[in-house]
């Protein structure tokens, strides 16, 4: 419940920081796309700043190549606690079409379990599928991140009668 | 100078006028969302075959297949996909229907996952388990062979031919 109470802090005006760890850029053009004014998620108080430093929410993307794995990883400790991390789009998420390649570890989940060795500590990760994720689907988890919205999905289990 | 400091917001004004308000209500109103959209994808239970034939298509193997003692289990894990659409166009069964749903962020990514389970169907002769039961359901609906037949998995039905072989060219087995 502590982590709730921290989050209320941050609740009322979210700072992002973009980071990118190698991806195709298009996730990247969606962040933007929802800073817009088009879709505008500085109405829920989102801004974006250019330091890990300052930011409250670190906006993920891309599957998280060799090349910048240590930056990657300095900047997440650079991030104050809590820190909450939102992976976005499928690279970040699982993976995506690198699921596999040599060059690449596969995305967020991979990366947490590097980080844990390094001491980082992640205190929310919030996973926005997509491909990339549209604008509405970064502000849709934006808004589960920070508590405003219930999540919609779980996990699902149909068995086949015949 | 002066008269360009009065004039250049005034500008900017007349056009912010002239455009009106673009920012879209989501999420209190609906998603900018077209025809076109394609989201998560929905396999129907009840059409499923459990055949595999979307998880060879599947670019990032967002679809598995898993083979169980008595199970096959067909996994969807949605934070994978690229929702291309690709696993929907290849299924025999049209089992897979791609959605409208964007709204998929979870914190956990076992809410990603969707399972399919299928019963494995035992062989006659054997008791091997060797195939879904509804992929044999649906295979008997749609040619003209027995249950007696489609019951048998593939490798007691190639003794059972050579056997019947072998007694045609009097070959004692
Ligand atoms: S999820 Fe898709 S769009 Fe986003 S970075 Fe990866 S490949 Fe590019
Ligand atoms: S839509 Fe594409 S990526 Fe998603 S499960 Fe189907 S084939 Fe795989
Ligand atoms: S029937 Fe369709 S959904 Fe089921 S396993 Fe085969 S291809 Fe996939």
């Given at each position: 419940?502590?982590?709730?109470?921290?989050?209320?802090?941050?609740?009322?005006?979210?700072?992002?920081?973009?980071?990118?760890?190698?991806?195709?850029?298009?996730?990247?053009?969606?962040?933007?796309?929802?800073?817009?004014?088009?879709?505008?998620?500085?109405?829920?108080?989102?801004?974006?700043?250019?330091?890990?430093?300052?930011?409250?929410?670190?906006?993920?993307?891309?599957?998280?190549?060799?090349?910048?794995?240590?930056?990657?990883?300095?900047?997440?400790?650079?991030?104050?606690?809590?820190?909450?991390?939102?992976?976005?789009?499928?690279?970040?998420?699982?993976?995506?079409?690198?699921?596999?390649?040599?060059?690449?570890?596969?995305?967020?989940?991979?990366?947490?379990?590097?980080?844990?060795?390094?001491?980082?500590?992640?205190?929310?990760?919030?996973?926005?599928?997509?491909?990339?994720?549209?604008?509405?689907?970064?502000?849709?988890?934006?808004?589960?991140?920070?508590?405003?919205?219930?999540?919609?999905?779980?996990?699902?289990?149909?068995?086949?009668?015949? | 100078?002066?008269?360009?400091?009065?004039?250049?917001?005034?500008?900017?004004?007349?056009?912010?006028?002239?455009?009106?308000?673009?920012?879209?209500?989501?999420?209190?109103?609906?998603?900018?969302?077209?025809?076109?959209?394609?989201?998560?994808?929905?396999?129907?239970?009840?059409?499923c075959w459990g055949c595999g034939a979307c998880v060879?298509?599947?670019?990032?193997?967002?679809?598995?297949i898993?083979?169980?003692?008595?199970?096959?289990?067909i996994?969807?894990?949605?934070?994978?996909?690229?929702?291309?659409?690709?696993?929907?166009?290849?299924c025999p069964a049209?089992?897979?229907?791609?959605?409208?749903?964007?709204?998929?962020?979870?914190?956990?990514?076992?809410?990603?996952?969707?399972?399919?389970?299928?019963?494995?169907?035992?062989?006659?002769?054997?008791?091997?388990?060797?195939a879904p039961?509804a992929e044999?359901?649906?295979?008997?609906?749609?040619?003209?062979?027995?249950?007696?037949?489609?019951?048998?998995?593939?490798?007691?039905?190639?003794?059972?031919?050579?056997?019947?072989?072998?007694?045609?060219?009097?070959?004692?087995?």
């Amino acid at each position: 419940m502590k982590l709730e109470e921290k989050l209320k802090s941050v609740r009322r005006s979210p700072w992002v920081f973009h980071l990118n760890s190698g991806s195709c850029n298009a996730c990247d053009i969606e962040i933007l796309d929802a800073l817009t004014p088009y879709f505008d998620a500085e109405r829920f108080g989102v801004k974006l700043v250019v330091s890990p430093r300052h930011a409250d929410v670190v906006l993920f993307t891309g599957p998280v190549t060799r090349e910048v794995l240590p930056k990657v990883i300095r900047a997440l400790r650079a991030v104050p606690r809590p820190r909450v991390v939102a992976a976005i789009g499928s690279c970040a998420v699982g993976g995506g079409i690198w699921w596999d390649t040599y060059s690449t570890i596969g995305g967020f989940p991979k990366l947490q379990e590097i980080l844990k060795r390094y001491g980082v500590e992640i205190d929310r990760v919030v996973y926005i599928p997509g491909c990339p994720a549209r604008p509405e689907a970064i502000v849709y988890g934006l808004l589960v991140a920070l508590g405003y919205v219930k999540q919609k999905v779980s996990k699902v289990v149909k068995t086949v009668e015949s | 100078m002066q008269v360009n400091r009065i004039a250049a917001p005034l500008k900017l004004l007349t056009i912010a006028f002239k455009t009106g308000r673009v920012t879209k209500k989501y999420p209190f109103g609906p998603p900018l969302i077209t025809e076109a959209f394609r989201g998560a994808i929905s396999i129907d239970p009840a059409k499923c075959w459990g055949c595999g034939a979307c998880v060879l298509v599947c670019p990032p193997n967002a679809l598995d297949i898993i083979f169980e003692k008595e199970k096959i289990v067909i996994e969807y894990f949605k934070g994978r996909c690229i929702f291309c659409g690709m696993c929907a166009d290849t299924c025999p069964a049209n089992a897979i229907t791609v959605t409208k749903e964007f709204e998929l962020a979870a914190t956990n990514l076992e809410d990603l996952k969707e399972d399919v389970v299928h019963r494995v169907s035992k062989c006659a002769v054997c008791g091997k388990p060797f195939a879904p039961a509804a992929e044999l359901r649906d295979v008997m609906k749609m040619h003209p062979i027995t249950e007696e037949y489609a019951n048998i998995c593939p490798d007691c039905r190639r003794k059972r031919t050579a056997r019947a072989f072998g007694m045609r060219f009097g070959a004692s087995i």
